[in-house]
């Protein structure tokens, strides 16, 4: 029984090997100078959330192996491990030392193992949940160091465990090869971020000495690009933080979200968005509020939430910021113009990296270089804005000096200007004055005219009507003539303006006005309108006779008016109340307006559309009568 359950898992184990063997060879050369990137045709990959160990994982039929769909695994895994496997070959002579190397350094957990001879070589651990002292070497990556004998071969199996996301460039060293370039990234990274910390010092400073807000914004937005290159190139493990729990958890995250937060917010300032409004100052405003979001949730152990969504958020806020700054450039402004050209590589490398992260894009071993670079690069660009900003300022302020130099010769050469003419000046002035004067006089007197007139019929109005029936009353009681009076009334005016509506009535009142001002011609008589749809027309030495018929050819005039407003035809008519003094004295206004409206009155109730008269004699002995 033993010795058929040895060859039972013996022959699952030359299977498993055998199925790692269909994805190709990876033939190592001791002597090469470059390392071997792994791409998808050249490894297995299985994603499983069963409790495998080691000693399981290379003969349990239930493992799904498969080609990855990318040339970098890329995957979620909350939820298990990610295991790959590869199969590698010594083609040298002797026995040698190679190097894998992952370059995402803020994996949790890695573990690789080297399967060969039916069984597993040493355990390598590494990972953020790891010390460094299982880090091969001084790098900035994680290193797994793997001897192989001469011309031999191996599959070696990896495994990560990772809360969020398992993403694994893989490349293969020989030990020199990897030391030589080990070294030589570590001196390009730390140019690139000696740079970055020289720049935060220099505007830190200017910060102090000028106290100019806008080298506040711009030494924090500096100071977080430098964070998170630290965090993202693993180099602020290696070089500052070394093994401290809090930064191995929350380095990447909280850097990269605080990042994006302050260059958002930079551009705000430096390009004064508050200044142009619109859809660019909305769009950036919720943007910050989403990175506020996202960076809060990073710092309250919510980075599952947060990572989910800080790529979608990086890749829509970085072409945003582009396009708005492309967009603000074009419109003249000149901050635009250098942000646009500094934020152009970062957005074009973070867009990449991003698709990289998530599977949609390859990786190139350049990539890593162009990230940091690209921070380098606008930093060094947004410098030089902040330089020419501090030209321009200057330049200003040169010319306000200049411009206030000349406006005080201006002032003086002025001064000088008006004491050699002044008393030219006076006369002028006295002699305008006096024109004004006389024009605001007779302005006045066109101003009182207008305010006896109708603004709508063009004829006078009530105003006028009580002051001129005031002094014609007393003319006729002191001549002794007649004096005769019509009140005019449209008949049914509410329902025209009901029907067609004011617009229509009211040019039904200027034809009115136009046609009582026809029919009583003479320039002693007066018409006005009394008020709403009534006329009043004032007869001085009329008796009431004559005043009727007048009154009898208003009527017939109204009622000839045909008005077409938007194809219908208005017709008119109207109710006129006549009275005359017939040279009677001791009789007032009221009075005689009094017994004008009973007659109008009178004519409305006997049908509309007539005149009735009387005189004021006969309207105080009724009166006289009733008492």
Known sequence: M?????????????????????????????????????????????????ELGWDEIAVNALVQWSIPHADTVSAWTPDGAQWLRFRVRNTGQDAEEFRLEIRWPQLQRVEMRVFEDNSFGPLHRAGTDYPQANTKGISKNIVFPFSLGAEREAVVYVRVVDSYLAYLPIFLWSSDAHDHHAD??????????????????????????????MYLVYTNSVASSLLVVLAITGLGRLLVWGDQPWFADNAYPV???????????????????????????????????????VLLGNLLGLQGLAMSIMGPVGVIGAAVGLISSVYLWRRGSRAAKYFSIAWAPICLVTFYGILSLFGFAGYFSSLEYLQSYSFVFEMVVLSV????????????????????LQQQKAILHLKEKINTELEERVDIRTQELRSVLSKLAHANTELAALTKVDPLTKIHNRRHFDQIAEIEVLRASRSNQPLSMMLIDIDHFKYV??????????????????????????????????????????????????????????RRTIQNISLIYEGKSIRLTASIGCVSTDAMRGFGVDQLVNAADKAMYLAKQKGRNRVEGGSLSESKSSETRAQ
């Open 2 to 50: 033993r010795l058929v359950l040895i060859t039972l898992l013996t022959t699952m184990m030359i299977s498993a090997t055998a199925a790692a063997q269909q994805t190709g060879v990876v033939a190592l050369d001791p002597d090469s100078a470059d390392g071997f990137m792994l791409t998808a045709e050249r490894m297995e990959y299985s994603a499983t959330d069963l």
């Open 184 to 213: 030589m990234r570590l001196v390009i990274f730390s140019v690139a971020l000696g740079v970055l910390l020289i720049m935060t010092l220099f505007n830190a400073f200017l910060y102090l000495f000028t106290r100019d807000r």
């Open 255 to 293: 850097f990269a979200s605080y990042c994006f937060l302050s260059v958002t917010y930079f551009f705000r300032v430096f390009v004064d968005l508050k200044k142009h409004g619109g859809w660019v100052l909305k769009f950036n405003s919720a943007i910050l509020l989403v990175w506020v979001a």
């Open 385 to 404: 804005a902040l330089a020419d900003r501090i030209n321009s300022e200057r330049e200003a302020r040169e010319k306000a000096q200049t411009l206030a």
């Open 497 to 554: 303006n009901d029907t067609h509506g004011h617009v229509a009535g009211d040019q039904c009142l200027k034809l009115i006005a136009k046609a009582i001002t026809e029919v009583v011609a003479r320039e002693t008589d007066h018409v006005a309108r009394y008020g709403g749809e009534e006329f009043t027309v004032i007869l001085p030495d009329t008796d009431l006779s004559n005043a009727l018929l007048v009154a009898e050819r208003v």
